[in-house]
């Protein structure tokens, strides 16, 4: 009899501790009702990196969860971090790394009763500066290593590598102060403007796997509802493509009021977790 698969959850909470209590407490219907077993969130909201009052916002999401939980301080940002997971599950290793990131990089090793440990990690890309989104990712490939059973949840801020998937943007629907800040710098002027893909094109070359286009489901955007254009800016990377089984958003009408984000989940097979897929790396999904 297979074992049962492992749901993840990856969601931007829109400055979850500022927002109004009756939001919050949409939160957690909307997670309690996806059945996670290990949860990915961005913006967790205090001021100055209180350290304190994170931990006690993070606490009270795993309680209503059941969840056990790790705080991760975004020392650069008043938008912090948190990882969830069963609490069934042994906790082999835990870390929150600064490293000079926008918004910092948390890492729990979990044994999650398969053959090989799962390793969860949350990031959150800086929002404005390409150059430092391509940094951050260069601090992901060198702190995640390809060896681990990787699952990496993020608010991306950025584009996918592949461009017959993320397809480019109208730039010219856009206003200019947006689209100065994504895309990629060149020295004319008038040169054509192109989306700066290299944060993920970084990570698709260090051996990671963006579970949407691996998976080959339709694309479907994660922010805009409330404002801007519709982005997948939310991406669950994985060093086992091998063992994802589902992917999807959660686009309903709950989710858009909850958030700018809408959650997205992966399902994993805990028994693919040892399967390395050499033959894989480099490549997620279509090439357009």
Same mark, same amino acid.
């Given at each position: @009899? ?12 829109? /400055? ?18 996806? %059945? ?7 913006? $967790? ?15 009270? $999401? ?20 948190? $990882?969830?997971? %069963? ?42 500066? !390409? ?41 010219? *629907? ?24 290299? !944060?993920?094109?970084? @990570?698709?070359? /260090?051996?990671?796997?963006? *579970? ?28 086992? !493509? ?11 009408? *709950? ?30 999904? !279509?090439?357009?």
């Amino acid at each position: @009899m297979s074992a049962p698969l492992i749901r993840a959850v990856s969601w931007n909470l829109l /400055s979850y501790g500022k927002s109004a209590v009756s939001t919050r407490r949409g939160q957690h219907e909307l997670l309690r009702f996806l %059945r996670p077993d290990v949860v990915c969130l961005q913006e $967790i909201y205090t001021v100055g990196a209180d350290v304190a009052e994170l931990g006690q916002l993070v606490s009270s $999401i795993a309680e209503a969860l059941g969840m056990a939980a790790f705080a991760v301080p975004a020392r650069h940002s008043d938008c912090h971090l948190a $990882i969830l997971w %069963r609490p069934e599950y042994d906790v082999l290793s835990k870390r929150a790394y600064d490293l000079l990131m926008w918004h910092g990089l948390g890492i729990v090793r979990l044994d999650v009763g398969a053959d090989v440990p799962l390793t969860v990690a949350v990031t959150h890309l800086g929002p404005w500066n !390409p150059g430092k989104q391509l940094d951050d990712a260069f601090t992901l490939t060198g702190q995640l290593p390809l060896s681990d059973a990787v699952l990496l949840g993020t608010d991306w801020n950025s584009f996918g590598a592949d461009p017959g998937y993320d397809v480019e943007p109208d730039w010219s *629907a856009l206003p200019p102060e947006w689209t100065a800040r994504h895309v990629r710098w060149n020295d004319d002027p008038s040169a054509p403007w192109v989306a700066d893909r290299r !944060p993920a094109q970084l @990570m698709q070359r /260090s051996g990671f796997h963006d *579970a949407a286009p691996t998976l080959r489901v339709p694309w479907k955007a994660t922010g805009g509802h409330h404002g801007g254009w519709g982005r997948r800016e939310d991406i669950f990377w994985t060093t086992r !493509p091998a063992a994802l089984r589902g992917y999807q958003v959660i686009d309903t009408p *709950a989710a858009r009021q909850l958030s700018d984000h809408l959650p997205i989940v992966v399902d994993l097979d805990p028994q693919a977790l040892d399967a390395t897929d050499a033959g894989h790396r480099g490549r997620s999904g !279509p090439t357009g």
